[in-house]
């Protein structure tokens, strides 16, 4: 059975975090799984434990820790998801994408998007930053689309199209800061899948014949509320593991958080630039 979120239960969770906040956020960010490091370079920061929020989901994944992150970041003001929700902890599409609904209720128009993902391109390694160029919605496709359920109107059309789900002008930003980095920035398609269980070789066969360069457990359903609600995206996806295609290795969250140490400063290198360039 689907918990569908209403219109009253987003304004109370946004009004109470707007209470707590001491700025306006212009930019959304989700951190993805060991990707926390860069919440801690927000300055004048102001932390919000989701538990403090009504009707909040809260995260139970390790490595997230479940609170929003306010404060400056290059100079622009930024809310922080430091830990996201998953479909996998037994929420629903509608409580997974809560959060999304509250940054558009606060304002904010610009979110960026960042996870831990599968490399399934063969010319991926462990430590890459992808550059999301397009999504792969294979959870949606299977009746896990968080737009299901009555429309909230408030927010967007009942049909919302997804040609662009990622805005071109943010990718460019973010190729931009990648090369004044000196970073080397791979791009491609993310697929989404439910979780919480790694793909089967077969799995990981049939995704790469689908078009799949990095594959995980987010992000998808996150864009598409963005994108019905109106806001501009920039997603990036931090190659964890080499995608086992073969059965021959094991993958283990554990590997994910390691990674994570690796692919965080380049992630900050990268969103960093993009701030930068981003108009007030």
Do not use: C, W
Request: negative net charge; glycine residues 10%.
């Amino acid at each position: 059975m689907q918990n569908f979120v209403t219109v009253q239960q987003i304004d109370s969770a946004a009004q109470a975090l707007k209470q707590r906040l001491s700025l306006q956020p212009h930019v959304g960010i989700i951190l993805g799984s060991g990707l926390n490091g860069l919440a801690d370079a927000v300055q004048n920061a102001v932390y919000v434990s989701y538990h403090d929020l009504p009707h909040f989901p809260v995260s139970t994944v390790m490595g997230h820790s479940g609170r929003f992150v306010a404060g400056l970041l290059e100079n622009k003001p930024v809310l922080i998801m430091q830990g996201r929700i998953h479909y996998y902890e037994g929420y629903s599409m509608q409580q997974v994408t809560l959060p999304v609904r509250v940054m558009q209720r606060l304002g904010i128009a610009s979110l960026i998007v960042t996870n831990a993902a599968g490399g399934v391109n063969p010319a991926f390694t462990p430590g890459d930053v992808m550059l999301i160029t397009d999504q792969l919605n294979l959870a949606g496709m299977a009746g896990l689309n968080p737009l299901i359920g009555p429309n909230l109107d408030e927010f967007g059309t009942r049909f919302p199209d997804m040609s662009q789900p990622y805005d071109r002008e943010y990718a460019n930003l973010a190729r931009s800061a990648a090369q004044a980095a000196g970073i080397q920035l791979q791009e491609g398609v993310y697929t989404g899948l439910s979780g919480p269980s790694f793909e089967s070789p077969a799995d990981l066969r049939f995704l790469r014949m689908a078009g799949t360069d990095a594959v995980g457990m987010s992000t998808v359903p996150e864009v598409i509320v963005a994108r019905h609600g109106g806001m501009r995206v920039l997603g990036l996806s931090g190659i964890s593991n080499k995608a086992n295609l073969d059965g021959a290795t094991f993958t283990t969250h554990e590997e994910v958080m390691e990674a994570g140490k690796i692919i965080t400063p380049k992630m900050e290198s990268i969103v960093r630039g993009v701030l930068r360039s981003l108009q007030p």
